[in-house]
């Protein structure tokens, strides 16, 4: 019986995945396995090309480390790619080696960046980083592989590898406004109502020049623009409420709106919506929102209590990748929508 996939499993195998199909999509037949150089060198007569993908080193980032044990924790992954070459004709097994290894590099350094993988519920993009090997280094590596010639061989780091819980943490709803009370006893009581205060939304302002430009959103609410509304469910402003989004953004560009939600039974998700768009200016005044920039986005839900948390995205590739680079993906700034009531 097969050992079940892991969130670390996933995010290597696509690694090789890619090497493979790269290889492919040339018209070559490349075996790529995944294990110890011992394990993968040809034995005697063995005519297959192959590279092996050795993970070898796990380490956790310089930053984000002490994360809560439901949630998802992401390693710095070291590989060592080795050529296992067979002669051809007037071709040397060494010369081969080289060949196939001068591939990988360009594979990875055409495509450092991965495209999006779902890694056990992960959404990530893996990058490869080219790690130079020390004399010291190879001898460590090389000295484990039992009798094994030595083979060229690179390294990289593989960032960031995710290590998903099989039970995720509930995490709480998003603070949106505040409010003080003060009272002369000190012992604890019910906690009366208080005015809530919400920091106004600022101006939203989009600089086209720049590659990486993000999108911008507010909601119109009486003819303002706000960041964040609260209705209590089953009440008439609720039932009647359709959210509309003003955004700033370059014109003739596309953008998507999702919504992040939370309850208490599920806690946070992401929901999709059927909702694209295209800004029609640059920036927007929270007091005077353009009506040619707004556009309707039905809320994920209505009938309890949670919360509801509305980006618009943006997909472009870098110019310098080229019309094959990988789609990256920027999201704006969040609006929140906050639900109470309904017995919750």
């Known amino acids: ?54 993970f070898h080193r796990f380490e956790p980032p310089p930053m984000g480390a002490d994360v809560l044990p439901g949630q998802s924790w992401f ?42 993988l779902d890694a056990s519920g992960e959404v ?52 949106v406004s505040v409010g003080a009370h003060v009272q002369p006893q000190t012992q604890r009581g019910p906690v009366p109502a208080v005015p809530a205060w919400t920091p106004p939304l600022a101006r939203l302002r989009v600089d086209p020049r720049l590659e990486d430009w993000a999108p911008q959103v507010g909601f119109v609410r009486a003819g303002t623009c706000t960041q964040s509304l609260v209705f209590e469910v089953g009440s008439p402003e609720l039932a009647g409420f359709t959210p509309e989004v003003v955004v700033a953004g370059a014109a003739g560009a596309s953008v998507h709106f999702r919504w992040d939600v939370w ?38 839900f209505s009938d309890h209590a949670g919360q509801a948390v509305l980006y618009a995205v943006r997909r472009y590739r870098r ?15 969040p609006v929140f929508v906050t639900l109470h009531g309904g017995g919750a």
């Open 1 to 54: 019986m097969a050992l079940p996939e892991s969130s670390v499993s996933v995010a290597c195998r696509s690694l090789a995945d890619f090497v493979r199909e790269s290889f492919r999509l040339q018209g070559q037949t490349v075996r790529v396995p995944i294990g110890t150089p011992a394990a993968a060198a040809p034995a005697t007569g063995d005519t297959d090309h192959r590279v092996n993908l050795f």
């Open 75 to 116: 390693l710095r992954v070291h590989c060592l790619v080795t050529a296992f070459a067979a002669a051809e004709d007037t071709v040397s097994a060494g010369e081969n080696d080289l060949r196939l290894l001068g591939e990988v590099i360009r594979f990875f350094h055409e495509k450092p960046v991965m495209d999006a």
């Open 124 to 175: 990530v993009r893996l990058q490869l980083i080219f790690q130079p090997l020390s004399l010291d280094d190879i001898n460590r590596l090389w000295s484990t592989q039992k009798d094994v010639v030595y083979r060229p061989s690179v390294a990289y780091e593989v960032a960031l590898v995710p290590v998903v819980p099989r039970t995720r943490t509930r995490e709480a709803p998003r603070v």
């Open 263 to 300: 309850d208490q039974t599920l806690g946070w998700r992401t929901v999709d919506t059927a909702v694209d768009m295209t800004p029609a200016v640059l920036e927007v005044d929270p007091e005077q929102p353009p009506a040619e920039s707004r556009v309707p986005v039905p809320l994920p």
């Open 319 to 333: 110019a310098a990748d080229g019309p094959e680079g990988v789609e990256l993906e920027v999201r704006g700034n």
